[in-house]
């Protein structure tokens, strides 16, 4: 990315702050209320009292450790049930009718279950939170097995490849970009789900902070705790999408686009780091994308 | 009677390179097959048709006569709807890596490098890797692309990706090779290239080929015995593969015969 684009990321995100710092401060009242609201500096220094405190990083990888667990298993189980279910009929016989009426409710709705079916708090949360990521994640997968033309898979079997083959040589790669895109969904859909669940049953974490926070009119520690969400929830999403852009780079891609353009992964760096940055020449893939086509 | 089943020999075939060890092609045959999906249009194969081992038959008629539905059958994707389709005298029943398919558009996988892509059949007789990826490197030299192992198939030119395929199927050394109008979409001067080099590389394979075309000229350029589809009557080719022989009366008089068929 250009220093100039960079600048006016950083610029955006600063100009928010200072409205809602001049807001506060002034204690405007326009219909909107600003008076009880507290300051950006009121929230920064509360965050770094917090940052201080083991309670907080204890809460983080509560948080962290639960959306980790829940969100693997809901992609591993996901793509298997969503692969299972596009290429069996079996399968869809067995699985489609369940998935359908399990699918509108909504995972926070579980709760009930989670507290009767598992033995402890923290279970529930994760299988809340697994709950919250697996359809989104069965359903694309579905969508984009069932979506593969038959040549690839004719190619493989006409090369004496068998299920197997065809299964690891063909279908899973070939549905990983709409995997993807049920695994971003999902990631998110995740958070709502996990910080829910913390603020309805949680010991630890994230949002049963900041529920408490909100119990003893610590409007301070509300805000650390939602931009703690915010800044987690945007690192694991962009973990997600860097992992996809990775095992996806053979896609032919468009050399360069406006503001809603694809976003390259660069080897090494942070995550959130290396999303924000755009270096064609540093690409890991074995695809130079910025590459034009070869001409015979 | 037992059913064609997949070559998984790799000790009795120990070398995958591009310089093909002494081989035998199939003999493929029709016995009163009649094509098609079950429940679509039938469409009666030619009859009683035999392919002896080694020859290189095209086979002609117009679009959506039938003619890929003949090769997905004998490839074993596609069972008749009546009648037998053999390989060697026995039953073909299901695909094998005995008989490549080199498809009309790319079938080349595209997250595999073109490498990868040409190492395919290899990997899936467990041929070790070393071994496969040197194979992998002479067939893309041979089709002169070495240059080009690491790309991916986007990357390439669709002539590119039409000699990647021949490359792919011919790495497995296949038996029998079936190839479904695989220079229709190119132009007319790289087609003349790709037919020359199919020639060269089938040379020394040993391998039954049965190519589909609609282009009246590249059947009989190619072929050593021209299918009609439609009518199911088989012509000998007076001189195969010999560009020069394009304007040979008996050519002629042979090209005029398919052309008024058609």
Not at chain 1, 196 to 210: D, H, Q, W
């Amino acid at each position: 990315m250009s220093a100039g684009r960079r600048l006016l990321r950083v610029a955006s995100l600063a100009a928010a702050l200072g409205v809602w710092q001049l807001l506060t401060a002034l204690d405007v009242t326009l219909w909107l209320r600003f008076e009880q609201f507290p300051t950006v500096g009121e929230v920064a220094s509360a965050l770094a009292d917090r940052l201080g405190t083991d309670v907080y990083w204890q809460d983080l990888g509560s948080s962290l450790r639960r959306i980790v667990v829940g969100f693997l298993l809901a992609a591993v189980l996901g793509v298997a049930a969503g692969t299972a279910v596009a290429r069996s009929r079996w399968a869809a016989d067995l699985l489609g009718p369940l998935v359908e009426v399990a699918r509108p409710v909504p995972a926070i709705a579980l709760v009930p279950v989670a507290i009767l079916l598992l033995p402890t708090t923290e279970q529930g949360i994760v299988f809340i939170t697994f709950t919250a990521a697996f359809f989104p994640v069965l359903v694309s997968t579905r969508h984009a097995v069932a979506a593969l033309g038959p040549v690839w898979e004719e190619a493989v079997l006409t090369m004496g490849g068998g299920r197997l083959r065809v299964l690891f040589s063909v279908v899973l790669p070939g549905s990983l970009p709409g995997i993807f895109g049920g695994l971003s969904v999902g990631i998110g859909v995740s958070w709502i789900c996990v910080i829910s669940a913390e603020m309805i049953s949680g010991e630890y974490g994230v949002g049963y902070r900041t529920w408490q926070d909100y119990t003893v009119v610590d409007y301070p520690g509300v805000f650390v705790g939602m931009a703690t969400i915010g800044v987690l929830g945007w690192l694991t999403s962009t973990a997600v999408e860097v992992l996809g852009r990775r095992v996806t780079a053979w896609l032919p891609r468009p050399v360069a686009r406006g503001a809603a353009g694809p976003v390259r992964a660069t080897g090494g760096a942070a995550p959130a780091a290396s999303a924000l940055r755009r270096t064609p020449a540093a690409s890991p893939s074995p695809a130079p994308l910025g590459e034009k086509e070869p001409v015979s | 009677m037992s059913a064609v089943s997949p070559s998984t020999d790799t000790t009795t075939n120990p070398r995958y390179g591009a310089e093909p060890a002494p081989q035998t092609g199939a003999e493929l045959a029709l016995h009163g097959v009649l094509l098609g999906h079950p429940g679509g249009v039938e469409v009666a194969a030619p009859a009683g048709l035999r392919i002896p081992p080694g020859e290189l038959l095209t086979v002609v008629g117009p679009s959506g006569c039938g003619k890929t539905t003949l090769l997905r059958t004998l490839a074993g994707l596609l069972p008749p709807l009546a009648g037998r389709a053999t390989q060697d005298g026995e039953p073909i029943i299901r695909p094998g890596a005995d008989r490549a398919l080199v498809f009309q558009h790319d079938a080349l996988l595209p997250w595999r490098s073109v490498r990868a892509n040409v190492e395919l059949p290899l990997a899936i007789r467990r041929v070790p890797r070393p071994e496969r990826r040197r194979a992998a490197e002479e067939w893309l030299e041979r089709v002169g692309l070495a240059g080009h192992a690491r790309k991916l198939p986007h990357q390439l030119s669709g002539g590119q990706r039409q000699r990647v395929q021949l490359a792919r199927a011919l790495a497995g050394r296949p038996r029998t090779v079936l190839m479904d109008e695989p220079f229709g979409a190119l132009d007319a001067h790289t087609r003349a290239g790709m037919q020359d080099l199919l020639v060269e590389i089938l040379r020394g394979t040993g391998a039954t080929v049965v190519f589909v075309t609609h282009d009246v000229d590249e059947a009989l350029h190619l072929g050593d015995r021209v299918v009609l589809f439609a009518s199911g009557e088989v012509l000998d080719v007076p001189h195969p593969r010999s560009r020069d022989a394009r304007h040979a009366p008996a050519t002629a008089a042979l090209r005029r015969r398919v052309l008024d068929s058609l």
